[in-house]
């Protein structure tokens, strides 16, 4: 997978999602490495677009909602192992936020996910898509503060996006399931790889050994 070494075998994805443990486990979940490098494709394949399209066309694609003002010096693989370090987010939370984000570029023809945007749009969705997901959740700040933020420009960018997402959240079984073989398949072609079938709530979160957050600003 891009941006890891790790080896990802049947065995390990099937235990992984099927037995994840929110009290015992600290492993980062496997879904995370295929979603990281199926969004670092996408971006890749903007790239190859916008140097392509005129400079007209190259303006027309692109909304700046999620920008941020420099580049972070952090990979996607990275961003996304920071944000589950610090809020024990389950696999189907990272399933649902792909799901949001699929229907967010649908919905907004003139967005592209490219280095500015992608990590203040992937902890806007992972934030809504845990609410949405889990019993427990962490307030704002803290995803902010775990996402490199201030409070009110998460704030600011979660309204934004349930705005232009037409608050249209729901993600039925069915929906889920189809998202979790379009991951699969990102994996291996047939190979009997298996996300999780299930939107189950997380068990309550203990927040001894989370408040202590390094710091990243984005």
């Not at 959740?137 to 979660?158: H, I, M, P």
């Not at 889920?176 to 997380?202: K, N």
Request: proline share 2%; with cysteine.
């Amino acid at each position: 997978m891009a941006s890891s070494s790790l080896t990802i075998s049947p065995r390990k994805l099937h235990y992984d999602l099927y037995s994840y443990s929110y009290k015992e486990d600290s492993n980062t979940p496997l879904v995370i490495n295929v979603l990281a490098s199926l969004i670092e494709r996408n971006m890749a394949r903007t790239q190859r677009i916008v140097k392509n399209c005129s400079k007209n066309l190259s303006k027309a694609i692109t909304t700046k909602i999620f920008d941020c003002r420099e580049i972070p010096d952090l990979t996607i693989q990275s961003y996304l192992e920071r944000i589950f370090r610090y809020t024990r987010a389950g696999p189907s939370v990272y399933v649902v936020a792909y799901v949001y984000i699929d229907r967010f570029c649908q919905n907004n023809v003139g967005f592209r996910i490219n280095s500015r945007n992608v990590h203040r749009l992937l902890i806007t969705t992972i934030m809504v898509a845990s609410k949405y997901v889990e019993d427990m959740n962490f307030r704002n700040s803290y995803f902010a503060k775990v996402g490199g933020l201030t409070t009110s420009e998460l704030n600011e960018l979660e309204l934004e996006f349930l705005f232009m997402m037409n608050f249209k959240l729901h993600v039925n079984v069915s929906v889920f399931e189809s998202y979790c073989c379009h991951l699969e398949r990102e994996v291996s072609i047939g190979g009997g790889y298996h996300i999780e079938r299930t939107l189950r709530c997380a068990e309550e979160i203990k927040e001894n050994g989370y408040t202590q957050i390094a710091r990243v600003m984005l």
